[in-house]
């Protein structure tokens, strides 16, 4: 047996991997990189997949239980703690019991042992303590299938965070994003997920929690996750220590955004198969509000297609059909590329990417060419076009105590626009690219070794709060 990894050369989904890194293009892994694990589940009776659905209107929690079962009936139960204490619980069935000619059919005539199952649960929780960027409050959750003599026969623990993600028409005319029934601003940054030691592998858990500190302590509540999944304890540490998520699906060469046609039935099919996996096996963080397809045109195809699917499949969050260019008017977010989003009173405006300031941090600099849009220019105490500086003989502005002063103002205003333009341009969201640096880009708040920060952050921090604008997120 042989694995063929095309990378960028194929349809297959690959994000910013490419064999000839470049740009806004990195070094590609192959291999397993991320978490494996082998987990022993009775043979005939066990829970397959789970689906927490916080139901705030209801005060309770909606859980959709898959699994494996044999002939007998199935009680299936759900406990909540909170700190320890059982605070709530629910039970439902599993089984054929209440039909006697499925069982006749199913078991006496055609003799089987074993089939799938599927069952909902609803607990109870009135006056639920809520999630939220500044409260990251979770509660713990034990899921038990037991036989019908009452023996536990599989366990699944985990936990939940009750919070809800809709949008809403406000007075001015411009569509809302509200978490947990109140509108929020999002001030964000795009994290690409590369390590310079692992690539697509982090070195340690820390450093995951860390890049999770970075944007907490920059004052961010939110990160776009650019084309790449990560392994679940990054979004265990943007659960636990409260930091939203706009998720991006892997692209690939899947499709053409010209004609919106996908590249084959083969890519077209395998492709949709994986980016719904990829929301399955995540759908339970509470991080997560956003699932969004495809990324400035990269394999996009069947657009209004995904963005119904992808609702359907999950409808308890919101969809950003497509990030940059082009839009086809689904899903429920109008995303930008640079500048402000254009108002739109059917979906919520933000801009995703946007900034392109950097300075370089010798020592901490991936070995290549660096480069940024934007720089500082010593001369002016300003701003200079910073491509191309290399072909000039010139070198990529360093960080020092002047440059930082320049990249911390042109930080703060990006995020003090963002609270200036809220009512007169609708903006909900403006996410600066990035939260550090990536190979050869060196516009990251910190550099890509993490070590070196590029920005005064408490001053940053006060920018994106909307502490020096007279506003404030209130989470």
């Given at each position: 047996?042989?694995?063929?990894?095309?990378?960028?050369?194929?349809?297959?989904?690959?994000?910013?991997?490419?064999?000839?890194?470049?740009?806004?293009?990195?070094?590609?892994t192959?291999?397993?990189?991320?978490?494996?694990?082998?987990?022993?589940?009775?043979?005939?009776?066990?829970?397959?997949?789970?689906?927490?659905?916080?139901?705030?209107?209801?005060?309770?929690?909606?859980?959709k239980?898959?699994?494996?079962?044999?002939?007998?009936?199935?009680?299936?139960?759900?406990?909540?703690?909170?700190?320890?204490?059982?605070?709530?619980?629910?039970?439902?069935?599993?089984?054929?019991?209440?039909?006697?000619?499925?069982?006749?059919?199913?078991?006496?005539?055609?003799?089987?042992?074993?089939?799938?199952?599927?069952?909902?649960?609803?607990?109870?929780?009135?006056?639920?303590?809520?999630?939220?960027?500044?409260?990251?409050?979770?509660?713990?959750?034990?899921?038990?299938i037991k036989?019908?003599?009452g023996?536990?026969?599989?366990?699944?623990?985990?936990?939940?965070?009750?919070?809800?993600?809709?949008?809403?028409?406000d007075?001015?005319?411009?569509?809302?994003?509200?978490?947990?029934g109140?509108?929020v601003?999002?001030?964000?940054?795009?994290?690409?997920?590369?390590?310079?030691d692992?690539?697509?592998?982090?070195?340690?858990?820390?450093?995951?929690?860390?890049d999770?500190?970075?944007?907490?302590?920059?004052?961010?509540?939110?990160?776009?996750k650019?084309?790449?999944?990560?392994?679940?304890?990054?979004?265990?540490w943007?659960?636990?220590?409260?930091?939203?998520?706009?998720?991006?699906?892997?692209?690939?060469?899947?499709?053409?955004?010209?004609?919106?046609?996908?590249?084959?039935?083969?890519?077209?099919?395998?492709?949709?198969?994986?980016?719904?996996?990829l929301?399955?096996?995540?759908?339970?963080?509470?991080?997560?509000i956003?699932?969004?397809?495809?990324?400035?045109?990269?394999?996009?195809?069947?657009?209004?297609?995904?963005?119904?699917?992808?609702?359907?499949?999950?409808?308890?969050?919101?969809?950003?059909?497509?990030s940059?260019f082009?839009?086809?008017?689904?899903?429920?977010?109008?995303?930008?590329?640079?500048?402000?989003?254009a108002?739109?009173?059917?979906?919520?405006?933000?801009?995703?990417?946007?900034?392109?300031?950097?300075?370089?941090?010798?020592?901490?600099?991936?070995?290549?060419?660096i480069?940024t849009?934007?720089?500082?220019?010593?001369?002016?105490?300003?701003?200079?076009?910073?491509?191309?500086?290399?072909?000039?003989g010139?070198?990529?502005?360093?960080?020092?105590?002047?440059?930082?002063?320049?990249?911390?103002?042109e930080?703060?205003?990006?995020?003090?626009?963002?609270?200036?333009?809220?009512?007169?341009?609708?903006?909900?969201?403006?996410?600066?690219?990035?939260?550090?640096?990536?190979?050869?880009?060196?516009?990251?708040?910190?550099?890509?070794?993490?070590?070196?920060?590029?920005?005064?952050?408490?001053?940053?921090?006060?920018?994106?709060?909307?502490?020096?604008?007279?506003?404030?997120?209130?989470?």
């Amino acid at each position: 047996m042989s694995v063929l990894d095309p990378t960028d050369t194929s349809w297959q989904l690959h994000g910013k991997q490419t064999l000839h890194p470049a740009g806004c293009s990195y070094t590609a892994t192959s291999g397993i990189w991320q978490t494996v694990w082998m987990e022993p589940v009775p043979l005939t009776i066990s829970i397959e997949t789970l689906q927490a659905i916080p139901d705030l209107k209801q005060g309770a929690l909606q859980i959709k239980l898959t699994g494996r079962m044999g002939n007998e009936p199935l009680q299936i139960e759900a406990h909540v703690f909170d700190n320890g204490r059982e605070i709530s619980s629910g039970s439902g069935q599993a089984g054929f019991e209440l039909w006697p000619a499925l069982r006749e059919n199913k078991v006496d005539f055609y003799k089987t042992t074993s089939s799938w199952f599927a069952s909902d649960l609803v607990v109870p929780l009135k006056n639920a303590t809520l999630w939220s960027p500044d409260h990251p409050f979770l509660y713990d959750m034990v899921m038990t299938i037991k036989s019908r003599e009452g023996e536990t026969v599989d366990t699944v623990k985990s936990y939940i965070g009750m919070r809800s993600i809709t949008k809403q028409l406000d007075r001015k005319g411009f569509t809302r994003l509200l978490l947990k029934g109140k509108p929020v601003i999002l001030a964000g940054a795009l994290d690409q997920g590369f390590w310079p030691d692992g690539i697509y592998t982090a070195p340690t858990d820390d450093a995951l929690k860390y890049d999770v500190q970075i944007a907490k302590t920059a004052g961010l509540n939110i990160i776009r996750k650019h084309v790449k999944v990560e392994p679940d304890r990054f979004y265990y540490w943007c659960d636990r220590l409260g930091l939203m998520v706009l998720q991006d699906l892997p692209t690939g060469n899947e499709g053409d955004a010209h004609t919106d046609l996908p590249d084959s039935p083969e890519a077209e099919a395998q492709c949709e198969l994986e980016k719904r996996l990829l929301i399955e096996q995540r759908w339970n963080h509470p991080a997560i509000i956003a699932w969004c397809p495809f990324n400035e045109g990269w394999g996009q195809h069947d657009t209004l297609r995904y963005a119904r699917w992808i609702k359907e499949l999950d409808p308890s969050r919101l969809v950003d059909e497509a990030s940059g260019f082009p839009w086809h008017g689904g899903g429920d977010i109008q995303d930008n590329h640079g500048g402000v989003s254009a108002p739109n009173p059917r979906q919520i405006g933000i801009v995703s990417e946007n900034g392109g300031f950097g300075l370089a941090t010798p020592g901490h600099d991936w070995p290549c060419e660096i480069w940024t849009y934007h720089s500082y220019d010593a001369q002016t105490d300003g701003t200079l076009d910073a491509l191309g500086l290399e072909l000039k003989g010139a070198r990529m502005p360093r960080l020092d105590a002047k440059s930082e002063a320049w990249f911390t103002r042109e930080v703060a205003a990006l995020y003090e626009n963002l609270w200036r333009q809220k009512d007169d341009r609708g903006m909900t969201g403006q996410f600066f690219c990035q939260l550090y640096d990536t190979e050869s880009e060196c516009d990251g708040l910190v550099s890509y070794d993490r070590a070196v920060w590029k920005i005064d952050a408490a001053a940053v921090r006060r920018a994106a709060r909307g502490e020096t604008t007279g506003n404030s997120n209130s989470q």
